[in-house]
């Protein structure tokens, strides 16, 4: 199934959500980028997974999708809508949710989190777990995939949900995160802080834990593993459920840490900069010594390091003011890219309210241009995603100009280190307008566009050819 689901790119399902673009999959599931409300003003991006109708119990999965719509919390993922669809002859059944930028999975192939970042990651994980806990679910997929970023928040995923004391029904493959009881299909809370506990030691040493399920003896905790996180996933990764720290019981644990770490002061949080990546095509025409740096400059990502930076500092913040002479005080809980003319550069700068929100070139207005471009549009940034660009980071768009001037296709030539950047600039690429084709010129007309983010501002350089 898993080479089947990018074909139905562009379809629509149910005759309401498109399927715009293909996310990923899994050996049962599919996830593509859609619209809440494709013709509404108020529509806004969304993802939508799409499950055959045969391979689970559809009523049971509709009636745990209703109830997790009702669930509303900052720090967990909504879900807009659920129903069912048919594309080519295959029933589904679909789940809407709001749309992630990225997620912690992304990151760990390239480096461990700090002591600080994991700080970061835990409280708002936490949060949404005890909320869910509270209110009698399971979430049963704890692990960095399902950990993800929307906007400046860290969000735990909610599509999976099942309710405490259910049982899975049949014969059901376990993961590497499962804890020992999964295998009989029970659903405990206790599951979750197994899950917790190996994705702790997971993304501060980028591995799981090795162990023996059928020994059915305990993980050992890496050495490496830092205070606190080695004795909560200790507690964690016991085989006997009664045994383990609840969500409460980490949470106790994780803030008395905090008010240690408002005593030590914040640790620095670096930069993701791995030494294997290639550097970006255009970079082979400069010096070696330039090629490299800016290779290095442009492997990073752009959210998460500032976006665990920041959750840690507001926990940092809310000890400072709420919790001040407490060590040990119990958890808030209110609780988700032949002959050509030269490279012309035709960046401008962004409208003052623009350059309020920390984007320095975010949008120009129709022009005249000699060049062939009539009407450029720059990226929009978050600032909270700028301040985290070491260097410059390249994104290049090749896009196919219609008769009219419009952009037909976009597609990216080099998508750069980061999800986020890559999809702002494809988003802006495709809203460009172009001198309309001469009457001798038959066909799509192509442009490359080549987006240049630094901390300060947005450039671009745009290069015309016919085809």
Known sequence: MNESW???EGRTVDGRFPLQSYLGSSDHSAVFLTVTQ????DSEKAAIKLIPAGAVDANHQFLRWKAASELSHPNLIRIFEAGRGQLDGTDLLYIVMEYAEE???????????TAEETRGMLA???RALQFVHDKGFVHGHIRPSNILAVGDE????????SMAGERNSGARATSAYDPPEAATGAILTAADSWQLGMTLIEVLTQRLPAWDRARMSAPQVPAAVPEPFREIAGHCLQVDTGKRWTVGEIL????????QAVRRGPERVEPVRPALRSSQPDARTEKTASATAIAAQQKEFAKWPYLLGL????????????RPKTESAPADDQSTQGSQPAETSTSREAAPSRAALGDTNAHTASQDNQNGVVRQVMPQVSPSARRTIQGTIKVRVRVDVDAAGNVAKAKLESAGPSKYFSRVAMEAARDWKFVPAQADESGAREWRLQFAFSRTKTGVSAVGAKR
């Open 6 to 8: 990018k074909r139905w």
């Open 38 to 41: 494709p013709s509404g003003d």
């Open 103 to 113: 997620n912690l999975s992304q990151i760990l192939p390239e480096r461990a989190l």
């Open 124 to 126: 708002p994980v936490l």
């Open 154 to 161: 860290v969000k735990l995923s909610s599509d999976a949900l």
């Open 252 to 259: 106790h644990r994780a803030e008395a840490d905090q008010v």
């Open 311 to 322: 959750a840690a500092a507001v926990v940092v913040v809310w000890f400072l003011m709420a």
